[in-house]
């Protein structure tokens, strides 16, 4: 029996399209931070066939079944019991898969000797979703290419910041981000602008987090979050995943802002709106974001470490 639990990660700078090919390749790079406190705790051990049980359930979840069959297209993996708990909610613009196939590729690897360095449990990660490339490391990480694997470009201790999480909603969302990011390339008239303006974001992004120029990176990833959904909302079908208290989430951080607190907003494939802030200003972010209408749960948590192995 093999434990890991991996933390979520929130993009800053954003991802959201693909690149032609095999391989699950993001159009463009992308800048994340990694949590702490959110987890997901995966358990894998030897059995008769797979079983795959998320949250205590028994699913046949068909990205895990699909990111198994090319597993073993490579290594020799026997069929696996494999049981994954996320202790905050599935599919809810949380990260989950993020944390979910980062946990699954590091337990996966350790518990059958596959040997994989981290930056090949991060391409396999990958493999099982965009953003879970990132979710292999911890602190401030970096998804570009040419291996698309992701990179450390410093770790939590290094600049402690804040990530106040505004819950308004804990459903499942009804677009998945892969069907959603195809839905914007095919449709988006903005689609090719996106993916140009995306590479300068990166650097800028970069750069803001190489000196921990905090007002540079707040003006950055507010601009890549508000792209980013310009283009989900410019689909066909639109994707808007906001509902009236993610903008009355955003108006509160911008007024903060405004007034001096140093908070921005980032917003990912659903109506949760994550404040990062310094530290110092964490309790008072909080408290105004809980007294909005329809925020239904304020959650402080703090920059966190990579995928690793608690238990074999
Ligand atoms: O990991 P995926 O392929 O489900 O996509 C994640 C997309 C966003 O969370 C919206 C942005 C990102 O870069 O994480």
New binding site residues.
């Given amino acids: 029996m093999t434990r890991v639990i991996a933390h979520p990660?929130?993009?800053l700078i954003?991802?959201?399209g693909k690149a032609d090919g095999p391989g699950?390749i993001p159009a463009t790079p992308?800048l994340?931070i990694t949590l702490d406190t959110l987890c997901t705790t995966t358990t894998v051990e030897d059995a008769p066939r797979d079983e795959i049980r998320l949250n205590g359930q028994v699913t046949t979840d068909a990205k895990v079944a699909k990111f198994l069959d090319q597993l073993r297209r490579e290594f020799q993996v026997p069929p696996l019991s494999i049981e994954s708990t996320n202790n905050f909610p599935t599919g809810a613009g949380l990260?989950s898969?993020?944390s979910g196939f980062a946990a699954l590729i590091t337990a996966i690897d350790a518990h059958c000797g596959l040997n994989m360095d981290a930056t090949r449990r991060s391409q396999w990660a990958r493999r099982g979703?965009?953003?879970?490339a990132?979710s292999v490391f911890g602190g401030f990480v970096s998804l570009q290419p040419p291996d698309w694997a992701a990179q450390p470009l410093r770790p939590a201790s290094d600049w402690p910041l804040t990530v106040v999480i505004a819950i308004t909603d804990t459903e499942r969302k009804t677009v998945?981000?892969?069907h959603g990011?195809e839905r914007s390339r095919l449709t988006s008239p903005y689609y090719p602008a996106w993916i140009d303006s995306t590479q300068a974001a990166w650097r800028e992004g970069r750069n803001a987090v190489e000196q921990r120029d905090f007002n540079a990176l707040a003006a950055i990833a507010e601009h890549s979050t508000l792209a980013?959904h310009a283009l989900m909302i410019s689909s066909r079908p639109p994707l808007l995943y906001w509902n009236p208290a993610s903008l009355a989430v955003i108006h509160t951080i911008r007024g903060l802002r405004e007034a001096g607190v140093p908070v921005f907003f980032t917003i990912?494939?659903g109506p949760q709106v994550k404040a990062v802030c310094l530290p110092e200003v964490a309790d008072s972010v909080a408290s105004s974001l809980r007294s909005l209408p329809g925020v239904v749960t304020v959650m402080n948590v703090g920059l966190g470490p990579g995928a690793s192995v608690v238990d074999a």
């Fill in positions: 990660n929130i993009a954003k991802y959201w699950n992308s994340s990260a898969s993020a979703s965009g953003s879970a990132r998945s981000s892969s990011m980013m990912d494939a």
